[in-house]
């Protein structure tokens, strides 16, 4: 089965710079997904394509690809960023959905 | 504004089978492009993909459940369901509705999410 890898934890000050990273073989062929999950809430899509923003999501929200790692960057991070966050692919077949074992950003 | 709501026991006892439904308002369920998916959390535990339907009822499912999952889907009510047979205590999770919105080989993505049930495996 195909996997998707994520760190356990990310933490940063407010304001700083918080970089989360998604490693999946099948990732230069696939696009790349990132979901942001608050406590006690259904995720939200705040990129997707590997660097496009949805309306409604902050500019501060970023993303990137190259090679086998996804990135997701939050740019100033604020203390209402602190959440999980999923990234999503496919592998080479399609066949296999799947999601990443989640990053919990801590922000302070 | 398009919402999906979650339905369904919050309770099945093991070896029984856990029963969804998923009913979809502000937007129509036989739009191109877009299939309607089941996703599960267990608690403190990350997302997993179960499977996802067509209007048409083509179906996806996930190879590790593929065997206990049926999907389908009721038109003429703006419906899906999930079911899940042979319900054990690792089955208990919260389980999301969603729009899964699929292009090609590229795009593929799930953009609308339902509040999410919990439903707990449990006699």
């Known amino acids: 089965s195909y996997e998707l890898t994520q760190p356990p934890s990310v933490s940063v000050s407010p304001g700083q710079t918080a970089r989360i990273t998604c490693s999946g073989d099948?990732?230069?062929?696939?696009?790349g997904y990132w979901y942001q999950q608050k406590s006690g809430q259904a995720p939200v899509l705040v990129i997707y394509e590997d660097n496009k923003r949805p309306s409604g999501i902050p500019e501060r929200f970023s993303g990137s690809s190259s090679g086998t790692m996804a990135t997701l960057t939050i740019s100033g991070a604020q203390v209402e960023d602190e959440a999980d966050y999923y990234c999503y692919s496919t592998d080479t077949s399609g066949n296999h959905r799947v999601f990443g074992g989640g990053t919990k950003l801590t922000v302070l | 504004q398009l919402q999906l709501q979650e339905s369904g026991p919050g309770l099945v006892k093991p070896s029984e089978t856990l029963s969804l439904t998923c009913t979809v308002s502000g937007g129509s369920i036989s739009t191109s492009s877009y299939y309607w998916g089941w996703i599960r959390q267990p608690p403190g535990k990350g997302l997993d993909w179960i499977g996802s339907i067509y209007y048409s009822g083509s179906t996806y499912y996930n190879p590790s459940l593929k065997s206990r999952v049926t999907i389908s889907v009721d038109t003429s009510k703006n419906q899906f369901s999930l079911k899940l047979s042979s319900v054990t205590a690792a089955d208990t999770a919260v389980y999301y509705c969603?729009?899964?919105?699929?292009?090609?080989?590229?795009?593929?993505?799930?953009?609308?999410w339902g509040q999410g049930t919990l439903v707990t495996g449990s006699s």
């Open positions: 969603a729009r899964h919105y699929v292009v090609g080989g590229a795009t593929d993505y799930f953009d609308y």
């Open positions: 099948a990732l230069p062929k696939k696009y």
